[in-house]
């Protein structure tokens, strides 16, 4: 038995791993005054209040519970700590509640665990939201071996965050990044320092609704991290949060921060069915194309004979993203898009002979409310209300506003369901979805809806079912049918093929997202622009950005400026883009159905190079981007086998030295001189997942044909290449599922 003790009178110390934490209790609550890793390095940058809860009555108004005056008990256990604060104030009324903490210490992995329960609630009061954990963490100006690393669209490093990370207009709205949500794709960060990660993760495998709200304070060199939840209204219960926080220190970068969550994600129930190589979810034909082009438009440059062109051109099964199929202008009349303009059914049927599989848009997470039947049964039945029982609204092009539909309705679900269907009753190979996995997933708090009143889980499971019964019907029609949507919140990947990974164009991209999920969901586009091809001083950005797409396995070819506009301006860059298309076709088995592993720091071999890149379609200045010369990425198949990825995006051959050093090779040597040898997380990241001395078979393109040659040397000394000027090329070699679990 432990008998419990006050932090009032102590100052209350927690490890695990790396990891120390420090608590404390004064004038202004329990505070987290110290977050140090086992050589007393600090992490935070001032204290801060270990939590904040909002409570709600029937009346919807709010108050915050007050801990100042509630000092906790302790309880230690052999792998826990228990803190109790007892009768703690709503706000000013004469109501308390209890309020419970439990730390959980896993020792093995270094993380500590964290959740909280609220007790003994009034009948008239529920939970509404939870601001926890709260950390201001200490980074320091100008320093660029500081970097904050968040998972915004497939992910994005700050370095020098206190400089890098954006502030002021609209950066104030868009800092509390809705969780799941384009801006906020999975429920992790990162902070590096020198060689150090502080991870901070929720490992909630349903989706509840939460918001990272991070930020710097270059005032006071600090980065705040302060997550909240939004909670299911539910007067009277207890609440108990229903998922772990996790903190963990260890040495890394932001590779090793995206394994630590790869580990729980693959716990989620969005990966219950398995790799797509598993062929439970994403048919084949879909995998083995790498060319998804974009018909936004219509008219010149648009028509069936351009797209045919386009096809002929590239000489390769393409996948069509057709927009303006409906005879409504864009961004009106949401969410009906039916009658189709004449022909359409014809038109469907031309591409699909020719192996151009065509995949409309269509929007039903937003509601037009310029339309009679917004009035006539929309606004009432399908629409969200936010807390203060208005309705949630946003602004699109036209210059219209739209209310947000609610999935949880029968109309909602009802609505997408039939226009996806009668979608599909036009031969189409897939469905596009907009907006579902980008845009922000606030709460519905309409009583008259038939779901809790409140964040929780419902949005995401509503949305899930209803993509489960349009798959599940556009199987039974179509056989092999392609759902895909804007954007790549995980919390869908169950249900979907692809994602348009396109939203964040960013020089400081990472591929944090192919880390965690590349060998469960495809990603297809980039955001590529018409100066891109016109303006001589963007020259390169084109090819550099279908090279990125490409070795990071992203279909690529969804362009803003039509494909066969590419090919009559820039034939030497169209015929870029028809080599990668090949190369995919023939390499699929990496490119689309691999894991990510670390890539290669050819930075010893390369000296990097910039091109210039416009950021968005009113961009005529562009940013440079520093790129390797050479851009690489590993992948491992399922069975084990590992191949690397090379691009050449310049007009010079490169010759290389492609090491893979193998884990197995430093037990040998450390055996042959009798030494132990111990390896943490961090070090096992940097080796690859292969016997000694591996050789390689390399593949290249022959105009369009594949031409396989054995490698000059071996994964431990190396393999001598020259990569062509703008051409790609594979290194394959076998290993064993022994050596790198899946």
């Known amino acids: 038995m432990h008998t419990p003790q006050t932090l009032k009178e102590t100052q209350f110390v927690i490890a695990a791993g790396q990891t120390r934490l420090r608590l404390e209790h004064g004038d202004s609550g329990t505070m987290l005054t110290h977050l140090t890793d086992a050589e007393g390095r600090e992490y935070l940058r001032r204290p801060n209040v270990l939590w904040k809860i909002e409570m709600i ?16 008990e302790v309880r230690r256990g052999n792998d826990q700590v228990r803190l109790t604060w007892r009768n703690v104030r709503i706000g000013k009324t004469n109501e308390q509640v209890t309020v419970k903490a439990t730390i959980q210490l896993k020792e093995e992995s270094g993380e500590i665990a964290w959740q909280l329960t609220v007790e003994d609630i009034a009948d008239d009061w529920s939970v509404f939201r939870v601001h926890f954990p709260r950390m201001d963490l200490a980074v320091e100006r100008g320093v660029e071996t500081d970097a904050v690393i968040v998972p915004n669209d497939r992910g994005i490093i700050y370095r020098n965050p206190l400089e890098s990370m954006p502030t002021g207009g609209i950066h104030e709205k868009i800092r509390r990044r809705p969780y799941p949500h384009g801006g906020w794709t999975m429920q992790f960060l990162a902070v590096q320092r020198g060689d150090q990660i502080l991870y901070i993760g929720a490992h909630d495998t349903v989706g509840h609704l939460k918001t990272f709200f991070i930020g710097p304070d270059a005032e006071n060199e600090a980065v705040y991290v302060h997550p909240y939840l939004d909670t299911e209204i539910h007067y009277g219960l207890d609440w108990a949060q229903p998922f772990q926080w996790i903190t963990r220190l260890q040495r890394g970068d932001w590779y090793d921060a995206a394994q630590i969550y790869r580990k729980f994600a693959l716990t989620a129930s969005w990966t219950s069915r398995g790799p797509l190589v598993k ?19 219509r008219g010149p440059g648009f028509e069936d004979e351009d797209v045919l062109a386009e096809h002929a051109f590239m000489g390769t099964p393409m996948v069509c993203h057709y927009y303006m199929w409906h005879q409504t202008a864009f961004d009106a009349n949401y969410p009906f898009f039916f009658p189709a303009v004449p022909g359409f059914r014809k038109t469907v049927e031309k591409l699909e002979a020719n192996d151009i599989h065509v995949m409309p848009y269509i929007n039903m997470f937003s509601l037009d409310m310029h339309m009679d039947t917004w009035e006539q049964g929309l606004k009432g039945s399908a629409a969200k209300i936010n807390p203060a029982g208005d309705l949630d609204l946003h602004v699109w092009s036209q210059n219209r506003t739209f209310a947000t539909a609610c999935q949880a309705t029968a109309m909602a679900r009802q609505l997408t369901t039939m226009t996806a269907m009668r979608l599909f009753d036009q031969g189409v190979s897939a469905v596009y979805f907009d907006e579902i996995a980008m845009s922000a997933t606030w709460p519905c708090h309409d009583a008259t809806h038939k779901h809790p009143a ?13 993509l489960r019964i349009v798959r599940e019907e556009a199987t039974e029609s179509n056989g092999q049918p392609v759902l895909t949507t804007e954007g790549c919140a995980e919390t869908y990947i169950a249900h979907l093929d692809a994602m348009l990974a396109g939203n964040g164009n960013r020089p400081n991209a990472l591929p944090l997202f192919e880390v965690v999920y590349h060998d469960h ?16 001083k963007f020259a390169g950005a084109i090819e550099s950005k279908h090279a990125q797409q490409f070795i990071w396995g992203t279909q690529f070819g969804w362009l803003d400026v039509p494909l066969s506009r590419v090919i009559q301006k820039s034939p030497a860059t169209a015929t870029f883009i028809r080599h990668l298309a090949h190369m995919w076709k023939h390499n699929y088995d990496f490119l689309a159905q691999g894991r990510m592993l670390r890539p290669l720091d050819l930075s010893g071999q390369l000296e990097p190079i910039t091109r210039r890149w416009a950021m968005a379609w009113t961009d005529e ?22 191949g690397v990825v090379l691009v050449n995006i310049t007009a010079e051959p490169i010759s290389l030295n492609i090491q893979l050093p193998s884990i197995q090779a430093q037990y040998a040597e450390a055996m042959k001189q009798g030494i ?17 001395r591996t050789p390689a078979e390399m593949r290249m393109m022959a105009g369009d044909d594949l031409v396989k040659t054995i490698a000059e040397g071996d994964s431990e000394r190396g393999f001598a290449v020259t990569i062509q000027p703008m051409s790609a090329m594979v290194l394959a070699m076998g290993s064993e599922k022994f050596y790198g679990t899946h």
Do not use: C
């Not at 009555?57 to 906790?72: I, T």
């Not at 409140?454 to 209803?466: L, R």
């Not at 040898?677 to 016997?691: E, I, N, Q, R």
């Open 676 to 692: 132990p040898f111990v390896a943490d997380d961090a070090t096992l990241s940097k080796f690859y997942p292969l016997p000694q």
């Open 521 to 536: 969901v495809m990603a297809f586009g980039r955001y590529t622009w018409t100066p891109e091809l016109m303006d001589p």
């Open 454 to 466: 409140g964040g929780g889980a419902t949005y995401v499971t509503s949305m899930n079912e209803t």
């Open 279 to 297: 062929g439970r979810k994403t048919p084949l034909w879909y995998q083995q194309i790498g060319l998804v082009t974009l018909r936004l438009m």
């Open 621 to 642: 200045t562009g940013t440079d981007v520093p790129l390797m010369p050479v851009l690489n990425s590993v992948w491992q198949r399922i069975d084990g086998a590992i």
């Open 57 to 72: 009555d029937r009346q919807l108004k709010q108050a915050e519970l007050d801990m100042r005056s509630s000092p906790p």
